[in-house]
């Protein structure tokens, strides 16, 4: 188990697996500036070579999800991993279970609610007795949009109804997001009366009026791993997830190339807006945030996790959702103004 009294160098290393794709990258570097040592991991020995990783002073090594040994090599001297290798149908599991033989933390950046669900189900048991920290979905689409449902929450203990809505100024995906769109094939869920339900098909369309500068949108019912996060931990009567079709006719075009570096930092110049609706009766409570390019604030997001789980800011252990695990505001608040901005409203 990894003690919070271990104050030593090695409480700081963190291993990254997938470090060399496009959301890995952004993660090495997060973990660079916020003062961890990351130890970057993939399958390809030849590509970490060449990754420039080792010129930054990152350690490099190798290993492969159908090879435990390699893995749990991979692992050594970490007290933390973070898997960015989706498709995660395909990687969380060995990862979690290498992360599990380790006694060390595990979170993951899914946006797959299937494979968000079967981390839960899977190792929440190991992880409350190997007292570790288990989260799977700790990125934009899953964990973001349960930390704002839960702050927007504030102290209702259960809801009629929560209503999410993500406005994407365009989407220039990655090579993973789309191997991972065509790996994904189970039926989405959303939550009616308490319970997991298919998505409706066609997907429902309608429009939704975000703040500016969107305004109002076409917007497509697609739920992603917010759901079964949420689920894990808010009670919640219906849960509805909605994504402006813009970006998503970006998505289904195969010649939308990928996102493009428009800033020192590597940011592409891709825009979003995330709106949550919390309404219990007549009363409503909103979350509303706005920051830039998607796969590169999934870093500040899971770098954060991991801070407050190193400091003891995490409640307890086992396999949880980010908003459970975390004061929700204040980790948000705690991401603004570099990443993000952020207001809570009610009515
Ligand atoms: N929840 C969110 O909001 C969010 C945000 C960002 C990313 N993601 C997800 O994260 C994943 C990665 O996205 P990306 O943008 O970083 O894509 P990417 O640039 O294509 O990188 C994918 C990485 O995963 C590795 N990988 C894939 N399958 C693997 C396997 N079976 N074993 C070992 N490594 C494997 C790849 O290794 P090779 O180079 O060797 O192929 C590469 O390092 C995708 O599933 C994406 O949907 C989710």
Redesign the pocket.
Known sequence: MVTQSDMSGHRRTIAV????????RFIVTQLLRCGFAPLAI???SE?MAESGFQKSGVEIRSA??DDPASLDRSLAGAVAVIN?????L??ADAVAAAALRARIHYLD????QPSAQATFDRFGDAATKAGVVVIP?M????G?ADLLATAAMGNWDSADEIRLGIALDSWHP????R??GQRNTARRLVIDDGKFVPLAQPAPQTFWDFPEPFGRQDVSEIP??EVPVIARHLRVARLRSYLNNAPLRDLRDSTTPPPIADDETGRSAQTFLVDVVVRNGSRTRRAIAQGRD??AF?APLVVEAVERILDGRARGNGALAPGETFDSTDFLRAIVPEYLTFELCAD
């Open positions: 697996f997938g470090a060399a794709g496009h959301t890995g993939g399958r390809d590509k492969s999800i960015c290798a989706g498709p995660f395909d990687t950046v899914t946006a797959e979905a990125g934009f689409y899953g973001f990655t090579q993973g997001t191997i991972t992603f791993s998607i796969y999934t």
